[in-house]
Every structure is written in C-alpha cells, then in structure tokens.
C-alpha cells in the first residue's frame, strides 16, 4: 500500500533534522578534538619535548678525584691510585658457571670471592654491571682482555681508589677511607648524592673523616641515552666534576717515621710540637696498623689480631688516651701556688718522706725524704711533699685554673678522630660527678699529677710549649687548603711573670742537665742540644709493688716532657709508654733521642751522648725500621 505524499514529506523532514544533529555534533566534537591536538601539539609541544627527552635520557653522577694529602715537605701521605676491576653484566655473560669458571684461570678469585660476586649479580638487575674482583695488578686485566671474546659480560675497568704510601706511619693521624655504609647514610639529614654511588669511598676515621666536605670534591654528570628497559646505549656528553681539595700537613714524614720507629713495639705516644707557631712535626701512637687493609676491605683475621692485641693498636693513644701526669704535672701546681702567691721561689719545705693529713700519710716516692728542698730543687729531684703542701695552700681551684691555662683540661680543635678533653678537677666537678665533696686529700693526689687529674700526650705537649714560651699557642696540623695557608692558633701570653717561668725553666733543665736532677742520664753534649725536661710516673694500682713483680697492664705509666733547645726553644715533646714503669729510666730516653733527631735533622751521630749511653744508643737505632734505611747507610756509617 502507498504512503500518501504527506506522510513521506514528514519522514523526510524528521530523517534530515536527524542528519544535521548528528552532523553537527560529529562537527562540535571534530572541532573539540582538533582544538585538543593543536593546544597540544603546538601550545604544549615543548613541554612534552622535554618528557620525552627525559624518557630517552637519563643525566648520572661522575665521582671526583678525592684531595690529596701531603707532608709539610710535599711529600704524599695518602693518594689516589688506578684500580683495575673486573665487572660483569648479567643480561650479557650467558652461562654465568662457565664465565666464572673461564674467569678464574685468568684471575686469582677464591671461592668466597665467587659466591659472593653470584650472590651480588643475581640480586641486581640483569643489565647492571657487578663488580667481580678490584685492586688487580695490570697483568690480570690484560688476560681479561685478550681473553674477552671468550668471556661474554665480562669487561675489565679502571678507576681511582685511595691509597697510603706510608703505611702505619700516619694511620692514626690520616685514618682511611672505605666504601659508604647504610650507618654513614643514616647519620646524615640530608646526603650528598654521591653517596649513592655503589661503593663510592669515603673517610671513616681520622682526618679522612674530619676533613670529608673538603677532600671529596664535586661531582660530574654525564648524559647517556637509554632504551626502554633502562639499558645504556651510547653516552651523549659529559662534564668533569671538581676534585676534593688538597691538605698539607704540619707534619714532617722523617721525622714522624723515627718516632715510630723509636717508640717501637711498645704502647705509647708521643708528640712533637713547634713551639713558637704550634704546628705539629710529628704525632705517633703505638702500636699502629696499616690503613691500606680497610681501604680494600679488611679481613676477619686481620681485624681480630688487631682488636685482641693488648697494646690496642686500633686507639690513638695520642690524642684520645688520657692518663695520670704523675709529676710532669708538678709545674702546674708550682706556678699556680707561686702566681696566688702562697710560696716563693727560694722558700724552703722539709720533705721528711711523707706528709701526715690527718690519721693518713701522703708518701714522697723517696722513702727517706728530700730534707728541705725549694721550687728548683723539688723539680730536679722530684720531690712529692714539697707539691703536698703548695696544694694544701693554694687549693685545688687555682691548680685547675693553672692546669687549664696551660693547656690540660681543655679539647684542642684538631681534625682527628675523639680529640679528648682531659681533666683538671675541681670541687664542682666532683659533686656534680660523683656527688661527694671534695676533700683535701684530692688535692694533695692532684698536686703530683694522680688521682682525678687526666691528660693526654698532646696536652702534656701543648703545656711544656706554653712553659717554653709564655704564649698561649694552640697545637695546629693542617698547614694549607689548596696551597692557602692556614691561621696560627694563639690567644697570646699566658700572664705569667717572665721571672717565674724562668725559675721553672731552670729548675727543668737541672732535671735533665744536673747530676742530681732525675733524668740526668737522657742529656745530650752539645750545647745546641742541651733540653730542659721533666719525668713523671703515674700509678695504675693503689698498692705500692716494684713493677718488675707485677703483670704488664699493672705496672706504672712512664711519662716525659720537655722543650729544645733550652736558650732558644724551637720544639717541645711529650712521651707516654703504657705500663712502661719508671719516667726516667723508659720515657725519658725515647724523649731524648727524639729532641736529637728532631735538631739534628737526620738519625743523630752517636758523639751528641754521654759515652756511657752510646752502645746502648746504636743498638737502639740499628734495630729501629726506618724507612729512609732502605736507601741510605746505617746508623753506625753515619755516627
């Protein structure tokens, strides 16, 4: 049946409102999406530019060179050196049994070394290079690479790595570095990138430690371009960072490998120290160890022969040992007590052996006593009541204060690792500390250098320096920063009159350079030579028993300070030997021979001794391992 003509006309009309709806929102929405593509490509056409570099991209870190350090001669305390290493990258090594296996007949790798590189490859992702073996000789690496083609992943590289050319002669002073540990990261707010670098090196201990910010330098960047998986394709660029700044030492290397030589296998330290700027010229404890072993990683076994050994030769005895002064503390209190004006140079006190407080006797060392002695005669012989006395006089308030301006109670700022305080005692301290009262009886311990009276090798070499001079100078050890020389440390004069030093001086040279002082047998001839000095000998145990008849760990400190040449001083120095026994008889000569060599400028000739102290001198030195004997003649060729 036909539509009628009016019907079709109305579906026509409806069909074609349709057609332009529809046409017309496929225009809006045409014209939506090609407005979208422009703004896009076009108003947004950097943005995504740079997304997209940045997908293809990626900018890493180049570690720097790390500062050197040198001597105050120039010569290189510790250094970078190439490190050849072996890496391999998993994605690329195929069968990694057989390329270990092929690996290890080129290169010398044990079984740990093996597990521990499989260990380390399986864990990182396949394309992230592994290192297999570092610190190879050239030899090695060149196997490696003839032998490439049959080493799939295999690639040998070359780096830097730290280095200390002068092995244990600077261990404690310089420290050393190693790889950063999740505990370095932990200690820091907010970490240099760089320590993210797998096995990037930092310092531990030691001026390596202190001096970080300095000697680690900046990084470089480089730009590599990578494919989706991350994997680098080709390096596109690259900007060399800013090498760590280089440090020069106030310490001379000859001089401090004779004291370590000289201190030997003993516990001890001992410190040299220029007088009239404060800068160290040498700073030893014994015994030492060789940095070189942490650097590429120390093994369990030589760690443990260094924590089990008695001697401690992982501490610093120098700087971080703090011990007793014994009677090296004796000027102190002479000065305090002379300074409050209770005692005067030529007054007299009778030293009968003992000084009686109350229902306790406070015994000299010499049981028969010193008869009456004055401030020159009680520092020569060493008499102990005579310091009784001027302590229960002056009081332990202006000994500390003494004590203090002299330079023992008080932290020197110098860039090495726990730099001990020391302690010069007063009523306070011991309230707050023990919550006891002071009693005068501390004092008299105090006045000899014993009881809670502590200082350190550098302390005690810091006060013979004030002495020598009268200035309050500050002990320094780095003498430049990239070749800019670093300030001199000193609040000036200690005020003390010049007369009472003098008289203290006198009475320290007479302890040397008289027949009754009690170091008279460590004197040297010329008068060049001739040092002004003091012995001391500090108790570790309260009962009195002649050392030879106990352990060694109970046996006395010997102690010995002293400054040179006496008219003209130029150097000061201060020796501590644990357990060594007598002042006199075990510091005292180490101390000696020090001051020789450090005037002298070489080994000295055995005519600067008494005759009677020149075979026992040879002896000494022909045994001594000194470096420069490697290429020089011996001691008996010199003298």
Not at 402 to 421: C, D, N, T, W, Y
Not at 482 to 492: C, F, K, N, W
Request: with cysteine.
């Amino acid at each position: 049946m036909r539509r009628p003509p009016k019907d079709t006309e109305e579906s026509a009309r409806r069909i074609t409102r349709r057609g332009l709806v529809l046409g017309g929102s496929m225009l809006a929405f045409m014209s939506v999406l090609a407005g979208r593509m422009r703004y896009m490509q076009v108003d947004q056409a950097e943005e995504f530019r740079l997304l997209a570099e940045e997908n293809r991209i990626n900018i890493r870190l180049i570690p720097p060179a790390r500062g050197l350090i040198f001597d105050r001669t120039g010569q290189p305390i510790a250094e970078n050196v190439q490190n050849y290493r072996i890496v391999i990258v998993r994605e690329d090594a195929g069968d990694l049994d057989e390329t270990f296996a092929k690996l290890r007949t080129l290169v010398p790798l044990s079984d740990d070394d093996v597990e521990r590189a499989l260990r380390e490859v399986r864990r990182r992702s396949p394309f992230v290079p592994v290192t297999i073996a570092d610190q190879l000789d050239w030899e090695d690496v060149a196997e490696v690479a003839v032998n490439a083609p049959a080493l799939p992943g295999v690639t040998p590289e070359v780096g830097l790595t730290r280095h200390y050319p002068l092995s244990a002669d600077f261990a404690h002073v310089v420290g050393y570095v190693g790889p950063v540990s999740d505990y370095d990261l932990s200690k820091l707010e907010d970490p240099d990138p760089l320590l993210q670098i797998p096995k990037f090196q930092i310092g531990k201990i030691g001026l390596e430690a202190k001096r970080e910010d300095q000697l680690r330098g900046s990084a470089g960047t480089k730009r590599i371009e990578v494919n989706a998986g991350g994997r680098v394709m080709r390096e596109l660029s690259r900007q060399e960072g800013q090498k760590g700044a280089d440090l020069q030492l106030t310490l001379d290397h000859d001089l401090q490998n004779f004291v370590n030589a000289r201190l030997g296998s003993e516990s001890a330290a001992a410190v040299v120290m220029d007088v009239n700027n404060g800068d160290i010229l040498a700073i030893s404890s014994a015994p030492a160890f060789d940095p070189n072993l942490f650097v590429r990683g120390i093994s369990v076994k030589d760690y443990r022969a260094l924590t089990e050994n008695d001697h401690r030769p992982l501490a610093d005895k120098s700087v971080q040992g703090t011990y007793p002064p014994g009677s090296t503390f004796k000027m102190v209190t002479a000065l305090a007590a002379h300074e409050a004006g209770v005692v005067t140079a030529g007054e007299t006190i009778y030293c009968g052996g003992y000084k009686q407080l109350g229902t306790r006797r406070f015994h000299c060392w010499k049981r028969g006593g010193h008869g009456f002695v004055d401030l020159h005669d009680s520092l020569m012989r060493s008499c102990d009541v005579y310091y009784y006395e001027l302590a229960e006089r002056v009081g332990i308030e202006k000994i500390s204060e003494m004590a203090k301006r002299l330079g023992i109670g008080i932290r020197h700022e110098l860039p090495m690792s726990a730099v001990a305080e020391g302690l010069a005692p007063t009523k306070a301290w011991k309230e707050a500390r023990r919550q006891e009262s002071w009693m005068v009886g501390d004092s008299l311990n105090a006045s000899i250098g014993q009881g809670f009276v502590l200082a350190s090798p550098l302390q005690l070499a810091v006060m013979s320096a004030r002495i020598a001079t009268g200035e309050a100078i500050s002990p320094r050890l780095v003498k430049s920063v990239d070749s800019v020389e670093q300030p001199i440390l000193t609040d000036g004069p200690i005020g003390l009159p010049p007369t009472t030093l003098q008289q203290v001086r006198k009475a320290m040279f007479s302890v040397v350079n008289s027949r009754r002082g009690t170091a008279y047998r460590a004197r040297l001839l010329p008068d060049e030579m001739e040092f002004a000095g003091k012995t001391g000998t500090s108790q570790v145990r309260s009962v009195v028993v002649k050392n030879s008849e106990v352990p060694w760990e109970q046996r006395d400190h010997a102690l010995f300070v002293c400054f040179a040449p006496y008219d003209k001083p130029r150097i000061a120095v201060s020796v501590v030997i644990e357990h060594g026994g007598g002042g006199s008889s075990a510091a005292a000569p180490v101390a000696r021979d020090i001051v020789a060599r450090a005037l002298h400028g070489d080994v000295p000739p055995l005519e600067v001794y008494p005759a009677g102290e020149r075979a026992k001198v040879a002896e000494i030195f022909e045994s001594m391992p000194l470096r420069s004997r490697e290429s020089g003649p011996n001691v008996s060729d010199r003298a």
